[in-house]
């Protein structure tokens, strides 16, 4: 069975631009979760997904935070315009309903300059 | 709300000595406790979880770590180190209320094995 697989792997963009990152979760998992850690910090909660729906999005840091669902299979992530604190490396987890065990990817490592 | 607290970032042990990340949180209601490593270049993966049942939980790799309510800790040990422990370590509290899914982690402890 595959794992959460997470797209790119780093990605490098100047201030100011827009970047897209994709998480693809286990097969059937109808849970899908972001959170980012941020340079020497602690990993932060950024929202969770029920299917397509939006169950919490209280992690957010701001409107230029997008997340989507389409038809509850994968989920991407942009940030829009980009700031020099966005930087940091962005996870995705999955889980079973009624399952309390979140499977991690390897995450994004995002570098705004 | 819930937090943990992880003390010490840096934790270096020889090797076949004792290892002991230390996890202390808050939480208002009764939690879920979980340790998750990641090893360079990889992703979070699950050491162990308590979710009330014994107290004393076993995980992979040798490690354990034992829920104290009294304390509000949840420690990691492991009887021998060894070389492959080398990664960073997050300690991890959730309410046990369903639906309420989140994890909060702590700041992480990065364990170096010595020759």
């Known amino acids: 069975e595959a794992g959460v697989t997470q797209f790119p792997s780093h990605s490098v963009i100047e201030k100011g631009q827009t970047v897209t990152l994709r998480c693809d979760p286990i097969s059937g998992h109808d849970n899908l979760y972001w959170y980012r850690r941020v340079m020497g910090k602690e990993i932060k909660f950024l929202l969770h997904?029920?299917?397509?729906?939006?169950?919490?999005e209280s992690g957010m840091p701001n409107n230029r935070f997008l997340a989507e669902r389409t038809g509850g299979t994968y989920s991407t992530l942009k940030v829009q315009p980009a700031e020099l604190e966005d930087s940091g490396v962005y996870f995705c987890?999955?889980?079973?309903?009624?399952?309390?065990?979140?499977?991690f990817g390897p995450g994004t490592r995002l570098t705004v300059t | 709300a819930q937090s943990v607290t992880q003390l010490g970032s840096h934790v270096s042990v020889s090797e076949g000595a004792l290892v002991l990340l230390r996890c202390n949180y808050s939480?208002?209601?009764?939690?879920?406790l979980f340790w998750y490593v990641q090893y360079p270049n990889q992703g979070l993966q699950l050491l162990l979880k308590?979710?009330?049942?014994?107290?004393l939980v076993k995980g992979i790799n040798g490690f354990e770590a034992e829920f104290k309510k009294s304390e509000t800790s949840f420690h990691l040990t492991k009887p021998s180190a060894h070389m492959s422990d080398a990664a960073e370590y997050f300690c991890a509290v959730r309410s046990s209320n369903f639906g309420n899914e989140k994890l909060t982690f702590g700041t992480g402890t990065r364990l170096t094995i010595i020759p």
């Open positions: 939480s208002s209601v009764p939690p879920y």
């Open positions: 308590y979710t009330s049942a014994a107290t």
């Open positions: 987890a999955s889980s079973q309903n009624l399952d309390y065990e979140q499977y």
């Open positions: 997904f029920v299917k397509e729906s939006k169950q919490d």
